[in-house]
C-alpha cells in the first residue's frame, strides 16, 4: 500500500517538476518530416516519373510569384533558380513540422494537423499540375502516414515520464538518437528501392523518346473544326486524352522485352516481338474511344490518329478455329477483357497500336502496344500494355469487368454532347451558337438535333469527318431573348437509330439519354 502512494507520487512530481526540451521535440518534427517528405517523393518516383509532391508546391511557388520579382531571383541566383526553389521548400517544409512538433506536449494535436493542413497544400499543389493521377494522392497519404507513425516513435522517449535528474535525461536522450538512427536508416532504405524502381521507369520512358517509328500524326479531315471555341478538339492532344485502368502505376515495359501471344483455339500459335510488329505494313487509322462508365455530358471520350497492325492479319497467321466467338485479352498487370471475334477479324480498322497521333503510345496509355477496336467501348476492347490474346468461346470467358457486373458485350451507344453554351454561363441574347460532338463509332451520325426550351427539334450542321469511326461536331445558332434557357440534343445514327430520351445509368453497358445545357441570356 505504502509502495503505490510512493510511486504515484514520483510519477506526478516528474510530470510537473521536469523542465520539458522543446528542442527535442522540434528534432523529432524535423527527423519524422524529413522522413515523410522522402518517403512520399519515392512512392511518387516509383509509382510515376512525372509528379512530385514536393516539385508541384515548388512549381505553384514559381508560378504565384510575380514575373518581375521572379526575374529578379533569377538574375541573382542564375541557373541554380530551380534546386533553389525545390531546396527552399524542403527547409520552409521542414522548419513548419520541427515547430509543429515543438507543440507535442502542450497541444499534442497541433503537430498532426499541421502536418494534414501540409498534405493538403500538397494535394492542392499536385491537382493543379497537369496530369495529376492517382499516384500523387497515394505518395501524400503515404506521407502522411509515416509522419503519425514517425513523430510518435521520436517524441516517446522526451514525452515519456521518468524520474527526474541527469540519469533519466541521458535515458530519454539515447533512446531517442537511437529510434532517430533506426527511422532515418528504414526511410534510406525505401527512398532507394523507390529510386531504384522509379529508374526503370525512365528507362523505358527513355527508350520511348529514342523510338523513330515509322507513323505519320495524320491530317485533321477538312471542315472537322466547326471553329467554335469551347467545344472539344476534333483531335483529343495525347496529354489531354482520358485515362482509365485499374493499376495503380502503369506498367514499364522495354519494347525489347515486349512479346505478344497468340493462342487457344488457334491451327498454331503466335509469337511477336516489338521488332516484327514494326517491322510489317503499319496502317493508321482516326477512332473515337470512349469509356462505357461515360455519363451523359461527360469527357471520358477522345478521338485519335492510331497506327498498328490489324489484329486480323495476326488472327488469320495463326489460324482460327471453328467454334470460336472471342477473344480473350489479358495485358502485363492481368486486367482482361472479352472481345468479340468477329470485330477483330472483320474489315474494320481494329488495330494492335503502337501510336497515337503520331508518337509511340504514351506509357499510360499502354506502350509499347495496345488495342484499338473502333464500335466497342474500351472495357470489352482497348487493352493497354497488352500481351496475350487466347482464341475462345464467350461461354469460356471471364473477364474483370464482366466478373463484375459489367454487360458482355459492350457495343458503343449513339451519342451526343453539349459543349457551349457552358452550363451556368451567361451569354448575350440575341444569335448564340450552341455546339458539341457526337459519335456512333462504327455506324456513323446521320444528324443531330437541337431543341431550345421545349420548341421544335432543329437540325444543326455536323462537321467533316473522314470515316464513320470518329466522332464529329455539330453546331446551330439559334436566337434567344433574355432570360433563362435550356438547350437539348439527340443525335440519330446512320442506321436511322435516334438516341433515347430514356435515361440509363452507365452499369452494365453504357449510359443513355439527352444531353442539355441551361445558360442565361443577357
Ligand atoms: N491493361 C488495361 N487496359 C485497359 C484498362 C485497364 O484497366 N487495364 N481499361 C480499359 C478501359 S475501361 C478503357 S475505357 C480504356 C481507356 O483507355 P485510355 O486510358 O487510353 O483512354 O482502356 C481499357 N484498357
Ligand atoms: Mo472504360
Redesign the pocket.
Do not use: E, P, Q, R
Given at each position: 500500500m505504502s509502495t503505490t502512494t510512493h510511486r504515484t507520487g514520483t510519477s506526478e512530481s516528474a510530470t510537473t517538476a521536469r523542465p520539458v526540451s522543446r528542442g527535442w521535440l522540434a528534432a523529432a518534427g524535423v527527423v519524422a518530416g524529413a522522413g515523410a517528405v522522402a518517403l512520399s517523393e519515392a512512392t511518387a518516383w516509383a509509382l510515376r516519373s512525372d509528379t512530385s509532391p514536393v516539385g508541384a508546391v515548388a512549381a505553384v511557388v514559381r508560378d504565384a510569384t510575380p514575373g518581375a520579382l521572379a526575374e529578379l531571383l533569377i538574375g541573382l541566383v542564375g541557373s541554380a533558380d530551380k534546386p533553389l526553389l525545390l531546396g527552399g521548400t524542403v527547409v520552409l517544409l521542414l522548419a513548419v513540422c520541427g515547430y509543429a512538433a515543438s507543440w507535442a506536449r502542450r497541444a499534442p494535436l497541433v503537430p498532426d494537423l499541421v502536418f494534414l493542413a501540409l498534405a493538403a497544400v500538397g494535394f492542392a499543389a499536385v491537382m493543379s499540375r497537369p496530369a495529376p493521377g492517382t499516384a500523387a494522392a497515394l505518395a501524400l497519404v503515404v506521407g502522411v502516414m509515416t509522419w503519425v507513425v514517425t513523430l510518435r516513435l521520436l517524441t516517446g522517449p522526451v514525452l515519456d515520464d521518468r524520474p527526474e535528474g541527469r540519469s533519466g535525461e541521458q535515458e530519454g536522450r539515447r533512446r531517442f538518437l537511437k529510434r532517430a538512427g533506426l527511422v532515418v536508416g528504414v526511410v534510406a532504405v525505401l527512398t532507394v528501392a523507390g529510386r531504384a524502381a522509379g529508374g526503370v521507369r525512365r528507362g523505358v520512358e527513355q527508350s520511348r523518346r529514342l523510338l523513330r517509328l515509322p507513323v505519320t500524326p495524320g491530317e485533321v479531315p477538312v471542315r472537322a473544326e466547326l471553329g467554335v471555341e469551347g467545344i472539344a478538339p476534333w483531335r483529343t492532344p495525347n496529354e489531354e486524352?482520358?485515362?482509365?485502368?485499374?493499376?495503380l502505376a502503369s506498367p514499364a515495359i522495354r519494347p525489347e522485352d515486349w512479346s505478344l501471344r497468340i493462342h487457344g483455339m488457334v491451327d498454331r500459335e503466335v509469337r511477336i516481338t516489338y521488332q516484327d510488329l514494326i517491322e510489317r505494313r503499319l496502317t493508321e487509322a482516326w477512332v473515337t474511344?470512349c469509356?462505357?462508365s461515360n455519363p451523359v455530358g461527360g469527357d471520358?471520350v477522345?478521338n485519335a490518329h492510331w497506327s498498328g497492325v490489324p489484329v486480323r492479319e495476326l488472327l488469320a497467321e495463326a489460324g482460327v478455329r471453328d467454334g470460336a466467338d472471342a477473344v480473350l485479352q489479358t495485358?502485363q498487370?492481368g486486367?482482361t477483357c472479352g472481345t468479340p471475334l468477329d470485330a477483330l477479324t472483320d474489315d474494320r480498322d481494329a488495330l494492335l497500336a503502337v501510336a497515337m497521333n503520331g508518337k509511340p503510345l504514351p506509357v499510360?496509355?499502354?506502350f509499347p502496344v495496345r488495342m484499338v477496336v473502333p464500335g466497342l467501348?474500351?472495357?470489352v476492347s482497348?487493352?493497354?500494355?497488352l500481351v496475350d490474346l487466347e482464341v475462345t468461346r464467350f461461354d469460356e470467358v471471364a473477364a474483370y469487368?464482366t466478373e463484375r457486373g459489367w454487360s458482355e458485350r459492350g457495343p458503343v451507344k449513339t451519342m451526343s454532347r453539349v459543349d457551349v453554351p457552358q452550363g451556368g454561363s451567361d451569354v448575350e441574347a440575341g444569335s448564340v451558337v450552341v455546339g458539341g460532338v457526337a459519335w456512333a463509332q462504327h455506324t456513323g451520325i446521320a444528324k443531330v438535333e437541337v431543341q431550345v426550351d421545349g420548341g421544335p427539334w432543329a437540325e444543326a450542321t455536323l462537321g467533316g469527318s473522314e470515316n464513320d469511326d470518329t466522332w464529329v461536331q455539330w453546331r446551330l445558332r439559334v436566337d434567344v431573348e433574355p432570360g433563362e434557357h435550356e438547350a437539348v440534343v439527340r443525335a440519330t445514327d446512320k442506321s436511322g437509330y435516334t438516341q433515347t430520351a430514356a435515361r440509363a445509368d452507365v452499369v452494365p453497358d453504357g449510359a443513355t439519354g439527352w444531353d442539355s445545357t441551361s445558360f442565361r441570356a443577357r
Open positions: 486524352f482520358y485515362l482509365i485502368h485499374t493499376a474511344l469509356c462505357v471520358l477522345g495485358s498487370d486486367w499510360d496509355h499502354g467501348y474500351g472495357y482497348a487493352t493497354k500494355w469487368w
